[in-house]
């Protein structure tokens, strides 16, 4: 943290003054320090020679340095590393800037994402600080789709601090924030915007939606460079839009594939909400197996198309309400390769995930399943795991040619076929996390 340096070239011997440079500049990495060489000696470090090997700022023969020579030489060393500092802190805040665009789509959930934004922010500041964001909408949800036809409303939908039980209000609705409200109004155009509050700061942004985001910040002025946070912000609006766009396409995407494979099941199935359970039952396994949320979220979707086949298959057969005959079986079990060829030819993850277990789903882990006699870790995990949880949903719900069982029973029947039917690791997993896999699919 110093600023300038007169430093005399010889001390306790002819060299010393260019050590302590060597020191300054190499072994402490220091280069914003002003070092202003003087001697009287220029013959034992010539001007030329120094300035050129060494890192130094500027050099001085003592005989030169006036009261008013030192005065100017001092106010320009100053300023100099004043700029210094300056750059090396637009520097670093770029760089925060750089690494936090990298990390702002690392998120699970539209919350988790907004959420970020805050934390990101506080970094251009030296205190930890409280932040509320605020983004002008009619609705939002956190699939990410918002509308903005009809009358605005200013809704909380990310905090930190003591601000996290607003999350979701009305701002205007909220008696501590009734200034800050009247700011949101009074903006007609947010962008690059900052406003002052009595506990701190409101920061306006715009992106591409039109829609006007506003960050307040509590803390003193000085505590924060604003031009930094604007620039984030300019970048994070972008990367909003896109964000709430791609969510957009992938929550229509996910509501036609379930809508689809519901649609399937409707046709044959008596008893409803099969596939909705299993996709919920298969979103809980699989993040008990250590799956991460999109992977997860993937086996969701793709495992309410493992029953899509059964469009090729006869009324008759599908809705007879007794055993089939081994005829009968045989063409029953052309669904696994009828689904898989559907959807083999799709250049989407999803699908194609789909595809893989609607070809495997019926195949056991000691090779004597269809429709190809698969063995062990030969079949795709994801088929293994669907295969526990289409037989523990068939057993426990009735169909049209049986009872429910009960679930005590059901467990007792599917324990026996481990290493026969089922994987034996997935189906320890499966018992072991059972309250955890079936809570959300019980309701439905």
């Keep these: 943290d110093i ?211 506003f960050i307040y910040i509590e803390g003193p002025q000085e505590s924060f460079d604003f031009k930094l946070i604007n620039l984030f912000l300019s970048s994070y609006s972008v990367a909003l839009d896109n964000y709430l766009l791609n969510n957009l396409l992938n929550v229509t995407q996910k509501e036609l594939l379930i809508a689809l494979g519901e649609t399937v099941e409707c046709h044959f199935e008596e008893t409803g909400n099969h596939v909705k359970r299993i996709s919920d039952m298969m979103y809980a396994f699989a993040r008990c197996f250590g799956y991460t949320y999109e992977e997860s979220e993937m086996l969701k979707i793709a495992c309410t198309m493992h029953d899509l086949g059964k469009v090729g298959i006869p009324d008759a057969i599908l809705k007879k309400p007794a055993k089939l005959d081994y005829d009968e079986f045989e063409i029953m079990k052309t669904h696994a390769s009828f689904g898989h060829k559907i959807m083999k030819g799709s250049h989407l993850s999803v699908l194609k995930l789909a595809g893989e277990i609607a070809l495997n789903h019926h195949e056991k882990y000691n090779g004597e399943g269809y429709p190809n006699g698969l063995l062990g870790e030969n079949i795709p995990k994801s088929a293994r795991m669907l295969a526990i949880l289409d037989v523990y949903d068939a057993m426990t719900h009735k169909r049209v040619y049986k009872d429910a069982i009960p679930e005590d029973i059901t467990l007792k029947e599917m324990i026996n076929e481990k290493g026969k039917h089922f994987d034996p690791k997935l189906i320890d997993l499966f018992i072991d996390n059972l309250d955890k896999i079936t809570k959300n699919a019980s309701s439905s």
């Design 3 to 213: 600023a300038v340096i007169f430093l005399d070239v010889v001390m306790e011997n002819e060299r010393s003054g260019l050590d302590v440079v060597k020191k300054i500049r190499k072994d402490l990495n220091n280069d914003l320090t002003r070092i202003i060489l003087r001697t009287g000696q220029p013959g034992q470090a010539p001007e030329e020679k120094v300035i050129r090997e060494y890192d130094i700022n500027d050099y001085r023969l003592k005989t030169e340095m006036t009261s008013i020579r030192l005065r100017t030489t001092l106010y320009s060393a100053l300023r100099s590393y004043r700029d210094m500092v300056r750059l090396k802190k637009h520097k670093k805040g770029l760089e925060q800037i750089i690494a936090s665009s990298a990390r702002m789509f690392q998120h699970d959930s539209m919350e988790e994402f907004l959420v970020s934004i805050l934390y990101e922010l506080s970094n251009f500041q030296q205190n930890t600080t409280d932040l509320v964001y605020i983004r002008e909408t009619d609705h939002l949800n956190h699939d990410g789709f918002i509308t903005i036809e009809n009358q605005r409303n200013n809704k909380i939908i990310a905090a930190t601090g003591k601000y996290l039980d607003y999350i979701g209000k009305d701002i205007e609705s909220i008696t501590d924030f009734k200034t800050i409200s009247s700011m949101i109004h009074k903006e007609n155009d947010p962008t690059n915007s900052v406003q002052q509050t009595p506990q701190g700061f409101l920061v306006g942004s715009r992106g591409n939606s039109k829609l006007n985001n």
